[in-house]
């Protein structure tokens, strides 16, 4: 056995750390128990001002790039594959937290940076217009999510494993966003001021 692969539980761990917690704890918030209970960037961003959202986002994404990029340069794309997995895996589900984190989008980005910084170049571009005229951060990120595996799967030399993985990773971040399309469909969702 390859014993790079052991980064992968390593990666979950870094995927568990509660970012959001701790910058909206030092100002005062619990973004578990305020706006919409979720401990992501957008929450932290409603409840604990601009600053410590972005701050949030940052670490995020630094959550899913780091592990993916450590890993992917020490073994290829298929460890750096498995390693952004494991840290989104670990954001979503930290079993510190009881398997209840955050929706993933940050931490995919970060991982899709790491290995496919044209795509998310080109969904970027995508997600700015949908952002400006609908205002909605769960519409513009699923769109981008959705979008995903599409775009790894239309790069020259794509792996097939490597459209599953995405696919799956899309898929998980998705179904995180269930309440979000609810609320979309019913026109209820929070808009971002």
Sequence with gaps: MNLWWLLIPASYALGTFPTAHIVAGLVGHDPTAEGSGNPGATNVYRVAGAKAGVIVLLGDLLKGLTPTLVCLLIDGRLLGLAAGMAAMV????????????????????????????????????IWIPLMKFFRRASLGSLVMVLLFP?????????????VVITAVASLLVTLRHHE??????????HAIE
């Design 180 to 189: 979000n399309i609810k609320r979309l469909f019913k026109g209820q969702e």
């Design 150 to 162: 599409l775009g790894v799967l239309i790069m020259p030399e794509t792996r097939w494993y490597e």
């Design 90 to 125: 670990g954001h979503i589900a930290p079993i510190t937290r009881k398997f209840n984190g955050g929706k993933g989008v940050a931490t995919l980005a970060g991982f899709s940076v790491a290995l496919y910084p044209f795509v998310v170049l080109a969904l970027f571009v």
